[in-house]
């Protein structure tokens, strides 16, 4: 948050278009979360990319409204053409709009833990270390509804988790 932060500043003074490509190859949770949490514009994510122009449907619906700047994060996914392939796209069919790419690459790894974090990594390495003295192998260690879970492997791996459709909505309304 605190990289889109800083860039916020320089879209404005500057009246840009910045585009912020974050991990995502097959999924767009950063993209998505990562707007919502900055006030983005616009995430652009892999799981609609078939089933609409995001850039097309981001700029005919005015992306700009009453700003002087927008900026929209982007999954890396091939399937959205990451932020420099948008980037491109707003040159050619849009060329009044000034942009710039921002990628945040592995930055996003880093970054100091909160008291919240320290907590559930101390609570999940008590419970993984019980379930391998428990001689239980394969899972892994979850929390569901604030309680502690064992999940097989194969469970968690099994099905894709969907993106929650109305976040995209959330993204749209907190644009405005």
């Known amino acids: 948050m605190?990289?889109?932060?800083?860039?916020?500043?320089?879209?404005?003074?500057?009246?840009?278009?910045?585009?912020?490509?974050?991990?995502?190859?097959?999924?767009?949770?950063?993209?998505?979360?990562?707007?919502?949490?900055?006030?983005?514009?616009?995430?652009?994510?892999?799981?609609?990319?078939?089933?609409?122009?995001?850039?097309?449907?981001?700029?005919?619906?005015?992306?700009?409204?009453?700003?002087?700047?927008?900026?929209?994060?982007?999954?890396?996914?091939?399937?959205?053409?990451?932020?420099?392939?948008?980037?491109?796209?707003?040159?050619?069919?849009?060329?009044?709009?000034?942009?710039?790419v921002t990628i945040l690459g592995h930055i996003q790894r880093g970054g100091s833990p909160t008291a919240f974090d320290r907590i559930i990594a101390s609570r999940m390495g008590e419970a993984a270390v019980e379930a391998l003295i428990d001689g239980q192998r394969n899972v892994m260690i979850g929390i569901d509804d604030d309680q502690l879970v064992h999940v097989p492997f194969s469970q968690a791996i099994r099905d894709d988790k969907p993106i929650d459709r109305a976040l995209l909505k959330t993204v749209k309304i907190l644009s405005i």
């Not at 700009?64 to 053409?81: F, M, P, Q, W, Y």
Request: aromatic share 8%; proline share 2%.
């Open 2 to 100: 605190w990289a889109v932060d800083r860039l916020r500043d320089t879209a404005s003074s500057h009246e840009r278009l910045f585009f912020v490509e974050v991990m995502g190859r097959n999924a767009g949770f950063l993209a998505l979360n990562g707007a919502i949490a900055t006030g983005a514009e616009a995430a652009i994510i892999p799981e609609i990319a078939t089933e609409v122009d995001q850039l097309a449907e981001l700029i005919e619906n005015g992306f700009r409204k009453d700003k002087n700047s927008s900026i929209v994060l982007v999954a890396e996914s091939e399937s959205t053409g990451g932020a420099i392939g948008m980037a491109e796209r707003v040159k050619k069919e849009y060329p009044q709009f000034d942009t710039r």
